[in-house]
């Protein structure tokens, strides 16, 4: 059923709904799996697939062959350590040892787990880890290496935090605490990412020597999540904001959705985004680094939801009420636009501009915000510089108009010669071709041209007099 | 591996040390270089001072005024800050920027003085009409100058920066971009002269044009560092691409804004924030601008606005600064949002003293 709200946010955006629907009509995916080819452990990985991660499966499954199941396996490993380090029903005494041998599990056929809480909602991933763990082993080698390696991390670094008591109450504590925790549960996700693609040559190997370049993609998706889950986690007893951010703006966390704390609620909103807003640069900068289109979507779409939302959760006090997400026609057009970095780029110059809309000086921030967004429009600059000379400026109306650069353009009117010189040299071979089997079989060129020279166009009479002999004699 | 040893000053002169931009590096000066003897060449030297610094008043278009007092403060650093202020008379422009720069390298070059350091602006680069997005130094000064003060400051450069190892001195010059803070005569005053009469409502322009602005105690840091810099180069160094003399550089905190944000944040470090926004558009502003300066030359009053003014609020102009902190070690002391906080913070306590003094 459709509300009615939401008729009427697609009534005033008709370019979101046109979106949706040339998603859902035109999308081709630039890869596809075939599932008839698949095992039938494979496929049933794929279905969990598509039950754990709303936003990851489809941009998953359209990854090139080379990578499209090694990350599809290691984002269900990580769900599945994350299933164990969420339930808060198994104990401490259970939980630690799992989640820091979980590498060697990944090693052990056959293994499952029905230890989690009937509540846990990827409960039945675990009780089929077997399915995931067959698959696995016949990754190749290197991606093995790769995924098990940060499985151990983050594993190792999750038990961590699940034997800090003082985490467990209050929360984290400092920004550095908050920015160890991101890197745990996202950092390392964008590290073992990189080294995939890395690995399969599909991303610059500079990449790897620029840790904090893929710690900032998890970074930035991470904490763009832990502020617009404010409420859901609270509800659940969490708190990822960091107490040396909130407790600048009040005394008690849980305090921010009374109405008398409106102002410190949506100042506290503005420094948590200025903090995650000091990553976007970077991952600008990430996105340089890949080499290919599958790649680059997979990348690059979790980025510009993240800006999105960003933009959409600054300064809202609908964050502290109730989950906040930006529209399916938005996502969908959002979608659209990824094609290269100077799109996505156009995509965050966009939602900075929405950010800088709503920054008030009321804000103790308001300076600080207006700099990190003007950091990441100097860095936008400074890969693609605003042209000067009217040459360049030529040059971007082209590319802006058709999407071509100047040399791809005049590629392809280079490619349209081509194809005129083709066609008339084939109309050429299959005229002579024509006309020399006719001069085997006796046509006479010569008399026709003679004729023609003469000036007679007509076709000769037949020899005889009467054009129609037999007539008589019927 | 342990810090690098920071280069002792020993010896320096700050002319024009009494003026806005000089006192503050004299008076970090004398905190970062305990061990150095400050000098101050200035036409007025009865402000601005502290204790233990050497003040000779004296004009650096005389050489024999330049001489003498080179003669006894006998530096090994020069660091000339003098700048006009903005709207004067072109006269007194070449006279100073051109002139003065001129005397005082000739004397400085020929006393045997071991670095110059030279103020230069980040305007030289300004044509007047075009924006400047993420501007470095590879850009060309432009053929039609934007007004003297940028011109004779772009002459006063180049003749610095030719001096550059004539007879064993190295020279920089620092090319800084918006000025303000503590001491500040032309930004912060002017902001708050605007909120006096109450203009905070309007803005030029639709703001999407970042800006940078430096707080003038990065920008003293950025002559000491160069000091260091040019004195701790060996003495048979040859020219290269990571020598550091004889090499202009952009100073600015490093953090363009978007150019209305940064007024209003002043505004509301002095505890106001307009209810509402005008925004005039750009090409309007400009027309405003001409007209405002009409009517000053009929009445014979300076006018509020001029297109120079609407023209500055309105465009793109930042810098890249990479260049200065690779080969300079240059990084703000000091950030944007606090330079903001205690340069207010200085005026409103001036303001408490200024009172109180009428009330006794």
Known sequence: ?474 | MAAPKKQPLHNVLVVGGCGFLGHHVVKLLLQQHPECNVSVMDLHTSFNNFPGVAYYPGDITSREQVDKILAQSRPEVVIDTVSPVFGLGKEIYFRVNVDGTRTLLDASTDKGVRAFVYTSSASVVFDGVNDMRNVNESAPIPVVPMDAYNETKAIGERMVLDANRKRGMLTVSLRLSGLFGPGDRQALPGMFQALERGQTKFQLGDNSNLADFTYIVNAAYAHILAAEKLLGMPVDLEKASTTVDGEAYFITNGEPVFFWDFVRAVWAAKGHVAPYTIALPKLLSHYAGGASELVGWLTGKEPSLTRMKVKLSTCQRYFDIRKAKTMLGYAPLISLHQGVLDGVAWFVEQEKKESEKKEQ
């Open chain 1, 1 to 474: 059923m459709v509300k009615p709200s939401t008729l009427l946010h697609y009534a005033s955006h008709p370019n979101q709904l046109r979106a949706i629907v040339q998603w859902k009509v035109w999308h081709n995916p630039l890869h596809e799996r075939v599932p008839e080819r698949e095992t039938v452990s494979l496929r049933r990985c794929f279905e969990f697939l598509d039950l754990t991660s709303r936003s990851f499966s489809a941009v998953i499954q359209e990854l090139c062959p080379e990578l499209c199941v090694s990350v599809a396996l290691f984002y269900l490993i990580l769900r599945g350590l994350d299933t164990i380090e969420d339930d808060m029903t198994i104990a401490l005494a259970e939980k630690e040892p799992l989640l820091r041998s979980f590498d060697e599990i990944l090693g052990q056929e056959g293994w499952t787990y029905n230890g989690n809480g009937p509540n846990e909602k990827d409960r039945q991933l675990c009780v089929e880890f077997n399915v995931v763990i067959k698959e696995f082993s016949v990754l190749p080698e290197n991606h093995k290496a790769i995924i098990k390696d940060i499985t151990k991390k983050m594993g190792n670094g999750m038990a961590d935090y699940a034997n800090n008591a003082e985490h467990n109450v209050n929360g984290v504590n400092t920004i550095a605490d908050y920015d160890l925790y991101c890197h745990y549960v996202a950092g390392l996700v964008g590290e073992g990412l990189t080294r995939l693609f890395v690995a399969s040559e599909k991303a610059n190997k500079a990449l790897l020597d620029r840790p904090h370049l893929s710690n900032a993609m998890g970074m930035f998706l991470q904490k763009t999540n832990i502020i617009r889950d404010y409420a859901e986690d609270l509800a659940d007893g969490r708190r990822f904001w960091p107490k040396e951010i909130w407790s600048k703006y009040i005394t008690n966390y849980s305090d921010f959705p009374k109405p008398e704390n409106k102002d410190a609620a949506l100042n506290c909103i503005s420094d948590m985004c200025l903090n995650a807003l000091g990553h976007a640069d970077e991952c600008l900068f990430y996105l340089a680094g890949i080499k290919e289109q599958s790649v680059f979507n997979f990348a690059a779409i979790p980025q510009v939801m993240a800006i999105a939302t960003l933009a959409l959760v600054f300064r809202n006090e609908d964050v502290y009420h109730k989950n906040v997400k930006i529209a399916k026609g938005e996502a969908c057009e959002l979608m659209l636009e990824v094609g290269n970095l100077r799109t996505v780029a156009a995509v965050f110059r966009k939602y900075l501009k929405v950010i800088h809309k709503k920054n008030t000086p009321k804000d103790p921030n308001f300076l600080k915000i207006s700099a990190a967004c003007g950091k990441v429009e100097q860095f936008i600059e400074s890969i693609f510089p605003t042209p000067k000379t009217s040459e360049e400026i030529a040059t971007r109306r082209q590319l802006d108009a058709t999407g071509e650069t100047s040399e791809e353009a005049a590629m392809a009117k280079k490619e349209v010669f081509l194809l005129i010189g083709a066609l008339v040299a084939t109309l050429t071979a299959i005229s002579a071709l024509m006309i020399f089997c006719a001069w085997l079989m006796g046509a006479r060129f010569d008399i026709a041209i003679k004729e023609i020279m003469g000036g007679n166009l007509r076709p000769p009479a037949p020899p005889g007099g009467s054009i129609l002999p037999g007539h008589a004699e019927l």
